[in-house]
């Protein structure tokens, strides 16, 4: 289904909204503002869980649904949830800023990935339509912790990719404006293979050809962006860290 759109998975990470955007995604609330860099030099990191991370293509699936939940697994129009194994997934975003790394609070961070056969909701591609249909997408504002939290499931694969999810984490900039941080998380290709060998995965689409080393957006940067997955009865739990430089 999704052969064809790949070769377009590599427009623009994000750009500046307007303030009509921004106003329409954030309110008129103040939130800490996000600097325009796509990531900061390691040594810049403090903490340890102050870690910056590098920005990686929107691709062509993103879709602004502002659904703001928590539990993204479902249809909203008929609640039917996507097959798959569970996963319990937590982004910590931090603002860096003189050195010093502290919580970021009400950002408002999108998830979105495809389901157990490869295919993502709501787009037109080659092998059919799911306009309408809002499964595995929803959006999270970060608490005093700086956490989004998220109950999803394990992505599956399609054709020119890894196995990945991808994330947007927007908050107010100077004069209205609002930015946006753009990137993916990836998967331990192990861990995928003994979850593709499980249903529903199995007979979705056979043996998946492109691994982590053999993607090109991976290559980019992906180290730094892989996900430190645990096993979590019935399914698994991960956690992510994201510095971003405030102004």
């Known amino acids: 289904m999704l052969d064809a759109a790949m070769h377009d998975d590599d427009r623009p990470v994000g750009r500046l909204l307007t303030r009509r955007e921004a106003l329409a995604l954030l ?10 860099g796509p990531w900061l030099p ?14 990686l293509t929107e691709g062509p699936y993103f879709v602004d649904a502002k659904l703001n ?3 993204i697994r479902s249809d909203p129009g008929d609640g039917t949830a996507r097959p798959g194994a569970p996963l319990q997934l937590t982004l910590r975003a931090s603002r860096l800023a003189a050195g010093a790394c502290a ?13 157990a056969a490869g295919v993502y909701s709501d787009v037109v591609d080659p092998g059919g339509s799911t306009v309408g249909k ?3 997408r929803g959006y999270q504002l ?5 956490l989004a939290r998220f109950t999803t499931i394990y992505p599956g694969w399609y054709p020119g990719r890894a196995v990945h999810i991808h994330f947007k984490v927007r908050a107010a900039a100077s004069g209205g404006r609002v930015h946006d941080f753009t990137s993916q998380v990836f998967f331990d290709d192990a861990l995928s293979d003994r979850v593709f060998a499980q249903a529903p995965y199995a007979a979705a689409r056979g043996q998946r050809r492109v691994v982590n080393a053999r993607d090109g957006i991976f290559r980019q940067a ?21 510095a971003l430089e405030t102004a």
Do not use: N
Not at 42 to 55: E, L, Y
Not at 142 to 146: L, R, V, Y
């Open 27 to 36: 309110g008129t609330g103040g939130v800490a503002a996000l600097a325009a």
């Open 42 to 55: 390691a040594s810049a990191a403090a903490p340890a869980t102050c870690v910056a991370r590098p920005a």
């Open 69 to 71: 939940r928590s539990d």
């Open 103 to 115: 919580p970021l609070p009400g950002a408002m961070v999108d998830l979105w990935h495809c389901d």
């Open 134 to 136: 809002k499964f595995l």
């Open 142 to 146: 970060t608490d005093g912790e700086g």
């Open 222 to 242: 992906g180290a730094q962006l892989m996900l430190a997955v645990t096993p979590a009865a019935p399914g698994y739990a991960a956690s992510f860290d994201l």
